[in-house]
């Protein structure tokens, strides 16, 4: 557990730092980018290794992309989410810059993601079979 709130203390100050500014500033926002990529699929992995929502991102439409979430506390009945600096900066306008959400509506939503990535996974594994026997 220190692991994965040490790795959000990192994505969170990650998070607050801004590209520089100049001729590669879309370099700079993009590495930003992969960076935080990076750390929140090893938080991820950390994550389900110890079977909890702390650490997980979520992500809610907005405009042409979406607004993220990192899950910084989870209690009884809410998980505190904080809004992470990605992309376009999106900010959610029910959650705001922070905000406490229902544990269950949390864990609902990280599971049906949970179960969307394994199901695309699964058809990208069969896809890559299927063009080796191909060949």
């Given at each position: 557990m220190e692991e994965i709130k040490a790795k959000i203390k990192q994505l969170l100050l990650?998070?607050?730092t801004e590209p520089k500014e100049g001729k590669d500033y879309f370099g700079n926002l993009?590495?930003?980018m992969q960076q935080q990529e990076k750390m929140w699929n090893e938080l991820k992995v950390l994550a389900k290794a110890n079977n909890t929502l702390l650490?997980?991102?979520m992500k809610f439409q907005h405009a042409d992309s979406y607004a993220f979430y990192l899950i910084t506390k989870v209690n009884k009945r809410?998980?505190?989410l904080d809004w992470i600096n990605y992309c376009d900066a999106w900010v959610d306008n029910r959650c705001g810059y922070a905000c406490l959400m229902s544990f269950d509506?949390?864990?609902e939503e990280i599971r049906?993601?949970?179960a969307l990535d394994e199901l695309f996974s699964e058809n990208k594994r069969k896809q890559q079979l299927k063009e080796r026997q191909a060949v």
């Open positions: 990650l998070s607050k993009t590495a930003k650490g997980r991102i809410t998980v505190r509506y949390a864990s049906r993601r949970d």
